[in-house]
């Protein structure tokens, strides 16, 4: 149980105008750590009536900020070095005040001063005058109601002594709009494992979500769902399929100190590698984002557990592939006894979701319609010819290159001069044994590409 103390702040009524300029200025921030998403998740109707809140003082939330040096010093004179190191990041980079509740309400004020949107249809008077306003950008008021937007004054509510954990548990009780999902609470955790995976989301967004596919809803994406399903496939990657994903689990996954947050950076290098395969335009028409999960688990399998590698030439039909044993295996109503807790289930009704049975059965039913000997082999133990292959080889070919230059033995070992050229490219299986290698002029290598090398102009 974690020890709870008093945090300090204190409130300033704060006119729009003042916020807008230290938005602009960037000394106001928000850290995407305390933002639920990338985006509003206010609706156009929301962001068109929040003038009109304004307008009419009818906005008494307040808007929750702390104050980057009172923090700073407050972790320096308590000497708590990942808090100095956290909030000296932002003192650095000139921001004075980080948003931790408000976003919404300050970027979509800016925004309407910016003329990004327009007003609602609205009838406003005060002591003077009676206003009837259509649709209407900032711009096109009359100038006593854009004064009166500016100068009208929101409460704000700063914090002063606060810590990066504090900060979490801050941002996850108080939350503007909608009450925070599971996602949302865990890309405010302070793990290494948040980070990396908002990153990856972040980076893989567009392709998770655009007009060609339906993996998810304009809500989900908007609120961090593609984050989760990233979480998940982390998950499968230091768990197997053994394990369930739950809420639960992957909450116990994002502790700051877990074994998977102390290996992150080994699941991002293999989920970079996996998305240039994910990448293919034809899985668009994959229907449901859980096999694309599977898709994943079977790259896993391969590439980690069984220490092979996907046959560069066959990336293309092992997709295609993937794509028609999907379009089988949905179409087939065949009911499989997934669990003994459970009533027999289509694959269709398994891919709905991500419990252990559900996964190991649909991995099992997509290993067992597809050989994936065809498009996976075995790793060469290496790829790069050792220096005592590359003198013999030298020596060999009596000095010289395939295209029939003279080898320089006093530079044979520079890589910016030679290279070990393969004969059989080593995309396509080729390996660094004697019989595979040739000397190359850097240039002439590079230039080689996927092509054989011709080795009739020097035959060994």
Known sequence: MSVMRKLTSYTKKTPIQELYDMYKSGEIETDLAFQANEFTRWSKENISSWPTSIF????????????????????????????IEYFQKWYDAGVKKLIIDGNNRIKNSVSFIDGEYYTEKMQFRDDFQFYKIGESKFSELPVLLQETFLESEINVETYT?????????????VNDGKPLNDPEKRNARTSNIATVIRNLASKYRDRFYNDNVEWFTPADANRRYIDDFIAGCAFYY?????????????NNMYRSGSS??????????????????????ELNAIPKRNLIFDLFVIYIQNCKEQKKELIDSKKSDFIKDFIRTSAILLDDK??????KRSDPKSFDTMVGGRQASNNIFRNYLFNKNMDMSKYFREKPKSRTASKTTKFIAALRDD??????????????????????GHI???????????????????????????KVVDIDNNSK
């Open 56 to 83: 009419t003082n009818m906005n008494p939330s307040a808007i929750l900020l702390v104050d980057i040096e009172e923090c700073l010093n407050y972790a320096i004179e308590n000497s708590l070095r990942q808090d």
């Open 161 to 173: 002594d606060v810590s990066r954990e504090e900060l979490s548990e801050l941002f996850s009780r």
């Open 238 to 250: 230091f768990e197997k399929l053994e394990k369930t994903i739950s809420p639960t689990s992957l």
């Open 260 to 281: 998977a947050d102390q290996s992150i950076k080994m699941f991002e290098n293999v989920f970079e590698s996996f998305m240039k395969i994910a990448s293919d335009g």
């Open 334 to 339: 065949t009911m499989y006894e997934v669990s």
């Open 399 to 420: 000095l010289k290159t395939p295209e029939g230059k003279d080898i320089d033995l006093s530079k044979l070992h520079n890589g910016n001069v030679y290279h070990g």
């Open 424 to 450: 059989v490219p080593a995309a396509d299986g080729g390996d660094a044994n004697l019989d595979n290698i040739v000397i190359q002029e850097k240039s002439d290598n590079l230039a080689l590409g996927r």
